[in-house]
């Protein structure tokens, strides 16, 4: 198992940034993909993006590509979110998730084992 605590959510105008960060401690980082969901009230809870073990491999959800970047820190057990250009559409919670499995759809929220507590994110026009 892995615990995850996210920071660095916040608000924010259009067309700014945030970066948000998820650190993690228990199980061997390093050999673990992470993701990043998002979830509006009275809706399902969707992939922002996910990457790999060793960071080379990366999933981005249409609406974020070019503005959105997923990194990870193995020796620190970082992993982080960086939001450019921000639309109040992407206004959410937003949370970070792990699984040590692979060879999986990394967009199924059911695919993942340990989850974060969630961070409120909101963009305003």
């Known amino acids: 198992q892995v615990q995850l605590v996210e920071s660095g959510g916040g608000s924010v105008q259009a067309g700014g940034s945030l970066r948000l960060s998820c650190a993690g401690s228990g199980r061997t980082f390093s050999r673990t993909t992470m993701a990043w969901f998002r979830q509006v009230p009275g809706k399902e809870r969707t992939i922002v993006g996910a990457?790999?073990?060793?960071?080379?491999?990366?999933y981005y959800t249409d609406s974020v590509k070019g503005r959105f970047t997923i990194s990870r820190d193995n020796a620190k057990n970082t992993f982080s979110l960086q939001m450019n250009s921000l639309k109040p559409e992407d206004t959410a919670v937003y949370y970070c998730?792990?699984?040590?499995?692979?060879?999986?759809?990394?967009?199924?929220?059911?695919?993942?084992?340990?989850w974060g507590q969630g961070t409120q994110v909101t963009v305003s026009s």
């Open positions: 990457i790999g073990w060793i960071g080379s491999s990366t």
């Open positions: 998730a792990a699984t040590p499995k692979v060879g999986i759809d990394v967009t199924s929220r059911l695919n993942y084992d340990d």
